[in-house]
């Protein structure tokens, strides 16, 4: 089955920009989706086919992917911005869905 | 707006049933790909099932063959028919929609938990 590597947490300065990866084999072949889930509510998302985002996400949030990496950078960040983000894609030969195992951001 | 709302968890004995339901205002369930995802406890997010908007459906390796996801047209919700529960069932579950042709989920439902204990 297709697995996605995120990095367990990142951490990063108010106002600095994080940037969090999700590794699979030939990733760039695949849409890619990022979603926010802060403490104890649901997931949010932030980030749909690889670089899109939905109404009301901020400019902040943007995507890419290329090669076997996938990545979501939050530029500016803020106090507010502090969550777990989890990168997910469809497995086209098993007609699964994919999570990562999420990135614990940290705004320090 | 579209919304969704979850309910039926609860407490449930291992080997036990549970049926979850998810209420969808805002949207036509059976023209839509409804989706449950779960989450154990501190843990990450777990994809469950999918019934695809001709009725086709899809489950997780885990739950293969102890949980069944299915429509009510007349009612606009979706269930998640869940037997045979395991200690490691224990999560919430939510709810969640893909338009057609689509591969992502939003939006999300508030979740409902469920706890396999004895």
């Known amino acids: 089955s297709y697995v996605l590597t995120q990095p367990p947490s990142v951490s990063v300065a108010p106002g600095q920009t994080a940037t969090i990866s999700c590794e699979g084999h030939?990733?760039?072949?695949?849409?890619v989706q990022w979603y926010q889930q802060k403490s104890d509510q649901a997931p949010v998302l932030v980030v749909y086919?690889?670089?899109d985002r939905p109404s009301g996400i901020p400019e902040r949030f943007s995507g890419s992917n290329s090669g076997n990496t996938a990545t979501l950078t939050i530029s500016r960040v803020e106090a507010g911005d502090e969550a777990d983000f989890y990168c997910?894609?469809?497995?086209?030969?098993?007609?699964?869905?994919?999570f990562g195992a999420g990135t614990k951001v940290t705004v320090l | 707006e579209v919304q969704l709302v979850e309910s039926g968890g609860g407490l449930i004995q291992p080997g036990g049933s549970l049926r979850l339901s998810c209420e969808a205002s805002?949207?036509?369930?059976?023209?839509?790909?409804m989706t449950w995802v779960r989450q154990a406890p501190g843990k990450g997010l777990e994809w469950v099932s999918i019934?695809?908007?001709?009725?086709?459906?899809y489950y997780a390796n885990p739950v293969k063959g102890r949980f069944a996801i299915s429509i009510d047209r007349s009612k606009n919700t979706v269930s998640l028919h869940m037997d045979s529960l395991r200690a490691e069932d224990t999560a919430v579950y939510y709810c969640?929609?893909?338009?057609?042709?689509?591969?992502?989920?939003?939006?999300w439902g508030q979740g409902t938990l469920v706890t396999v204990s004895s």
């Open positions: 805002g949207l036509i369930v059976s023209d839509n790909y």
């Open positions: 969640t929609r893909s338009s057609r042709g689509t591969n992502w989920f939003d939006p």
């Open positions: 086919d690889d670089s």
């Open positions: 019934i695809y908007a001709g009725g086709t459906t």
């Open positions: 030939n990733i760039e072949s695949k849409s």
């Open positions: 997910q894609v469809w497995d086209t030969t098993s007609d699964h869905y994919v």
